[in-house]
């Protein structure tokens, strides 16, 4: 959140020098070089912006998509346990290690 207020404080002093431009009558040459400075300052800050988002992101689906694998995981124990294929104590083993998995995903990708 502090880069954006960073982004609308550079676009807002942006929009001041254009403004006392336009009405003081100074000649834009004399401001063309601080006025091209913020503008590229600007530009970086949008890409740096733009990448950590992207990285926010993907850690996102990486997470997601390790909690739907250990859901899927948990599915297939419960069938196996409705078709009698492993027993009662295998499953709440099983289950209670793909739950701590779970929870450890998370705590890892939370506390990063």
Avoid: C, W
Wanted: charge should be positive.
């Amino acid at each position: 959140m502090k880069k954006l207020y960073k982004l609308i404080g550079l676009n807002i002093l942006v929009s001041l020098v254009l403004v006392v431009t336009a009405f003081s009558g100074v000649h834009l040459e004399y401001l063309f070089f601080p006025l091209a400075l913020v503008t590229m300052l600007n530009l970086y800050l949008l890409y740096k912006k733009s990448n950590s988002m992207d990285e926010q992101e993907i850690k996102k689906k990486i997470m997601l998509h390790q909690i739907k694998n250990s859901l899927s995981v948990i599915l297939g124990y419960s069938e196996a346990l409705n078709d009698n294929v492993i027993s009662k104590d295998e499953f709440e083993q099983n289950l209670k290690l793909e739950i701590d998995k779970m929870v450890n995903s998370i705590r890892s990708d939370l506390y990063k």
